[in-house]
């Protein structure tokens, strides 16, 4: 799943909890 953040896209990894907010907030 992609999610749109600040203009970027973020790949989301296991939803939007986990790994997948690190990723965004990395992003």
């Known amino acids: 799943m992609t999610s749109s953040l600040n203009g970027k896209t973020v790949i989301v990894i296991?939803?939007?909890?986990?790994?997948?907010?690190a990723?965004?907030?990395a992003a």
């Open 23 to 25: 990723v965004a907030t």
């Open 14 to 21: 296991g939803g939007s909890s986990g790994i997948g907010a």
